[in-house]
């Protein structure tokens, strides 16, 4: 069996998973863009259902569940999800589901949820439009898709981004209106968009 070189996508392996729960989790992210700041920038979520794509070790899906009626915890990793799962058992949350897949086929009906966030990894699906499309099907109608990414030029590990005129160009092309616009953090953007009518 070949090792494939990038580790995200293959977690299965201890080593590799342990990086990047180290990396998440690190204070140095936390520093850069505090969960915080995040919700402040979210509706209301009293009674709300939240679809959190790419939950990763539950660095946003914690502070969620702390305010949503329910979270949906999705992710591409099995053991991420378990991670979350083992976390919300140690702080007494019940309001987490957890779902993997492809993003670009969520198993949810359309009109499902109320918030759907994407945090830093909609770069990571190839294309990312048709993340977005799915997205904004599972957002009820007044719902709103929040997406939050680097920047290009600030981000120093190298990889893919979507800088944010490439994004606001994608959301216009698909007639999303974009309801917010933010920069929470520095090289970091930040859209609330609503569906399209």
Excluded: C, W
Aim: proline content about 5%; aromatic content about 6%.
């Amino acid at each position: 069996m070949t090792k494939h070189p990038h580790g995200h996508h293959h977690l299965e392996n201890e080593d590799n998973f342990n990086r990047m729960v180290a990396n998440l989790d690190s204070e140095e992210r936390e520093k850069q863009l505090p969960a915080e700041t995040i919700l402040s920038y979210l509706p209301d979520l009293t009674g709300k259902t939240i679809f959190d794509g790419g939950a990763g070790t539950g660095f946003l899906t914690m502070p969620l569940a702390k305010q949503a009626e329910r979270v949906i915890a999705f992710d591409q990793s099995e053991k991420m999800l378990e991670l979350i799962e083992k976390r919300a058992v140690e702080q007494h949350l019940e309001n987490i589901t957890r779902m993997s897949g492809d993003i670009k086929k969520i198993e949810l009906p359309d009109n499902s949820v109320d918030v759907a966030i994407v945090s830093m990894m909609i770069h990571e699906v190839d294309p990312f439009q048709e993340a977005l499309k799915e997205l904004t099907r599972i957002i009820k109608p007044d719902g709103q898709l929040i997406i939050l990414e680097f920047e290009e030029e600030v981000h120093v590990n190298g990889g893919h981004r979507i800088p944010s005129q490439v994004m606001k160009k994608s959301l216009e092309k698909l007639q999303l209106p974009i309801l917010k616009q933010a920069f929470p953090a520095e090289g970091i953007y930040l859209f609330n968009v609503g569906k399209n009518k």
